[in-house]
């Protein structure tokens, strides 16, 4: 019987953060997939649920809590693994919620709202015109400003923001970055900050993020076969529900 109901797409940062927590905590979710790509987030059935229109949401039973960051500690709590997620005291638990805090107005910002979202995904999903290169050089600059304090934390705190293992800070973090796989100067955006390369490949060798990865991975091979450029007519991105649906069933 499934813990929850998780109101889902693979493709949303924050969905997939909540996904690959789930299965590293063992948590067993009911998947209910809302897909941004094709406006089902603005359905007037998905807005009762969530009047911001964003994934994800958690349904347990008739409590509904949008927001991942609170949807990753109410897991934790639920699930009895706060412990090993969120830090076995005070002090732990505080550099957690300050990561989590960290992020909104940094990585999440500069990383995926600010730069790969109209820099890289609506040009390829929708034919929307891109920045100009100096607005470009410009979000970069930004994100590389993000970048470099991430590297700091992980510099002092070990091979995971969570120390020695990982928490819900290097998940919820960390599949921002993995955005970027669609950026084909990602190399060289990443390789200025040792230390965060070298955490993101400790995080891609896991299970669960091969599994909740699977089907945004798929997408960014479709994604880097397109053109970045402005189409004279808007493309449809129904087919990233199609991709999406056939990696999950490999």
Known sequence: MPFATLFHDPTSEPSRAVHWFALEAGIDLD???????RGEHRHPEFVRINP?????VLKHGEFILPEAAAILCYLAELADCTGQWLGNSLLERAFTNRFLAWHHTNTRTRVT???????????????????????IKVLRDRLGESLAVLNRFLV???????????SIADL????????????????????????????LNRLRTRD?????????????SRVKELPLKQSTSPREPSWVAEICRSANSR
Do not use: C
């Open 31 to 37: 998947f209910k997939y809302t897909w941004l790509s």
């Open 52 to 56: 911001a229109h964003q994934v994800p």
């Open 113 to 135: 709202l600010d730069y790969v979202l109209p820099v890289l995904l609506m040009p390829a999903y929708r034919g929307d015109s891109p920045p100009s290169n100096e607005e």
């Open 156 to 166: 002092e705190r070990g091979q995971f923001l969570g120390g020695a293992n990982p």
């Open 172 to 199: 919820f973090i960390s599949v921002d970055l993995f955005a970027l796989d669609i950026d084909p100067q990602q190399g060289q955006l990443i390789e200025r900050f040792p230390e965060v390369q070298r955490w």
């Open 208 to 220: 669960a993020y091969k599994i909740s990865h699977a089907p945004w991975n798929a997408v960014v």
